[in-house]
């Protein structure tokens, strides 16, 4: 344990480590990605995704040990018991800081499927990660504005269908796609902003949410509602987790089925659709926001 050592020297040689554990990896997966994208046959490419999906865990694996190496941080993790491998996954959680992410990484890696987010599809010309997101099957959405549907209404309803399509692969290979329903970070200003009607949350942007089960609903039948709490005062910038400075993260895991009618719903045209949604999200994010105010109370006492 090197957790005696001054917080930026910590953060300086946790960003090294990372960064070396990345310049090791990335030639191989980028190997392995052009050789799925330059043989067409099924088998090879199969072979191919289950190589670079372990990549994939075996970069996060080295992180989490890197942080182990140099952090003493207490994790307080509740429900991951009830995970699994072998289970196709839809995660939601609350957004207060860039360290939301490797934490939720730290915690998952070995307990479910890899963690995929719905990605813009310009994002795919991003020189390297482009292709490495295509290699690790990130599903790029494909979404049309209501101006282009207005001047092209032959549009309407290809941009789920073209997901459904990226999204095929998934269909037997469990995945986790995970999604910040906040769709942006917690501040102060952006809750008073918003007037938002919960304590500790922003209002959830259910769009999303229902653009992706609506594209996968045949897949996805299982809800982990995470909850991440940072207790007492503490600073919880991405910096502060490289540095140390985060010394306990509560993080609450709550299994949901997800209910059938708004599996492959057709969220935009269908008002009725629409509203049940959005009102089964508010009693989520009501539930989050207690869940949330509890976990403080606790760690207050």
């Given amino acids: 344990?090197?957790?005696?050592?001054?917080?930026?020297?910590k953060g300086i040689l946790a960003a090294l480590f990372i960064l070396l554990n990345t310049l090791v990896l990335f030639p191989f997966l980028i190997l392995f990605?052009?050789?799925?994208?330059?043989?067409?046959?099924?088998?090879?490419?199969?072979?191919?995704?289950?190589?670079?999906?372990?990549i994939a865990r075996l970069w996060i694996g080295v992180n989490n040990m890197v942080m182990d190496l140099l952090h003493r941080l207490d994790w307080d993790v509740r429900g991951a018991e009830y995970l699994s491998h072998d289970q196709w996954y839809f995660i939601t959680c609350n957004h207060q800081s860039w360290a939301d992410i490797p934490a939720i990484q730290y915690v998952l890696n070995s307990r479910v499927p890899l963690l995929k987010f719905f990605l813009k599809k310009q994002l795919i010309w991003v020189p390297l990660l482009g292709i490495a997101w295509?290699?690790?099957d990130f599903p790029f959405m494909h979404?049309?504005?209501?101006?282009?549907?207005?001047?092209?209404p032959e549009l309407k309803g290809k941009d789920i269908a073209a997901t459904q399509a990226a999204c095929e692969k998934f269909r037997y290979t469990p995945v986790t796609i995970f999604n910040f329903m906040e769709g942006t970070r917690f501040t102060p200003a952006k809750h008073q902003r918003q007037?938002?009607?919960?304590?500790?949350?922003?209002?959830?942007?259910?769009?999303?949410?229902?653009?992706?089960?609506?594209?996968?609903?045949?897949?996805?039948?299982t809800m982990l509602d995470v909850t991440i709490v940072y207790p007492g005062k503490q600073r919880i910038g991405i910096w502060d987790y490289l540095c140390g400075?985060?010394?306990?993260?509560?993080?609450?895991?709550?299994?949901?089925?997800?209910?059938?009618?708004?599996?492959?719903?057709?969220?935009?045209?269908?008002?009725?659709?629409?509203v049940e949604f959005q009102r089964w999200v508010g009693e989520l994010w009501k539930d989050k926001d207690a869940r949330i105010e509890q976990i403080k109370s606790e760690s207050a006492a």
């Fill in 143 to 152: 979404r049309h504005t209501k101006e282009q549907i207005a001047r092209k």
């Fill in 1 to 9: 344990m090197l957790d005696f050592l001054p917080a930026p020297l």
């Fill in 134 to 136: 295509w290699a690790l």
């Fill in 195 to 221: 007037n938002s009607p919960y304590k500790h949350l922003l209002k959830p942007r259910a769009g999303g949410t229902a653009f992706v089960l609506g594209a996968m609903g045949e897949m996805l039948h």
């Fill in 245 to 274: 400075r985060i010394r306990r993260i509560v993080i609450d895991i709550q299994v949901r089925e997800i209910p059938k009618q708004f599996l492959g719903m057709d969220y935009e045209n269908s008002r009725e659709t629409r």
């Fill in 33 to 54: 990605a052009l050789l799925k994208l330059l043989v067409p046959v099924t088998a090879t490419r199969k072979a191919c995704t289950v190589v670079l999906n372990n």
